[in-house]
């Protein structure tokens, strides 16, 4: 059974701090991707990552960097976090070589005051 | 890009009644469509998908239809139960592209 993990379901941080979302996948998976999720917006693609240390921007990429400094593990970065980026993030993998059922974290929660 | 839309935004019905949910996406490189059931609460998971090559996909009470030449893909769930009741995701993807969602459709299902 593949399992995503999100380090944190809910997180509180205030204007400007710089947040770390972490996520980590235990079926050696190719894929890795960030999205947030905002109701009636479905889920918008942040960054994603075909290999270790490559990422690509997605749809809405402002505000956000990610590391992918091992395979396994995917990190979502706000560097200054304003309160627009309140949401609902989920990370998610995907095997890759064209096997692209992608497998979704559990969420993390996040609220910016 | 691709751009995914997805009819109704909410949808309630009768216990044992059936279900359908409509998807349209624009490209038609698209040759992939899953279909994603997040319960409340709880992480979005796949239960069921098609490809291009396939018109028509069953599985038990859910099934997906596609009609590449109207560029739609419909999710049909019959004799629905309460466990049914979640939001519904549709995506389509194609090679070389990010996976697109569609926006969601909460499906109340009442006793």
């Known amino acids: 059974d593949v399992k995503v993990t999100q380090s944190s379901r809910y997180l509180v941080k205030r204007t400007g701090e710089k947040v770390f979302l972490e996520c980590v996948q235990d079926m050696d998976h190719e894929n890795m991707f960030w999205y947030r999720q905002d109701p009636g917006l479905g889920l918008r693609l942040i960054y994603f990552?075909?290999?270790?240390?490559?990422?690509e921007k997605g749809d809405i990429p402002e505000g956000y960097s990610v590391s992918r400094e091992k395979k396994e593990r995917f990190s979502l970065i706000l560097e200054s976090a304003s309160t627009n980026q309140t949401s609902m993030y989920l990370c998610?993998?995907?095997?890759?070589?064209?096997?692209?059922?992608?497998?979704f974290g559990a969420g993390t929660r996040l609220s910016v005051l | 890009g691709e751009n995914v839309e997805q009819h109704p935004s909410t949808l309630s019905v009768q216990e044992g009644d059936s279900a359908v949910i409509k998807c349209t996406y624009s490209?038609?490189?698209?040759?992939?469509f899953p279909w994603y059931k997040q319960e409340l609460g709880k992480r979005p998971q796949l239960i069921i998908d098609?490809?291009?090559?396939?018109g028509e996909k069953k599985d038990q009470r859910i099934a997906v239809t596609l009609n590449k030449t109207a560029k739609h893909f419909s999710l049909h769930i019959t004799e629905t139960q309460p466990e049914d009741s979640a939001v519904y995701f549709c995506?389509?993807?194609?090679?070389?592209?990010?996976?697109?969602f569609g926006p969601g459709t909460r499906l109340s299902v009442l006793p």
């Open positions: 490209d038609s490189a698209s040759n992939y």
């Open positions: 098609i490809r291009s090559n396939v």
């Open positions: 990552s075909y290999d270790v240390k490559m990422k």
């Open positions: 995506a389509a993807w194609g090679y070389g592209q990010n996976f697109v």
């Open positions: 998610a993998s995907s095997l890759g070589g064209g096997k692209n059922i992608q497998y």
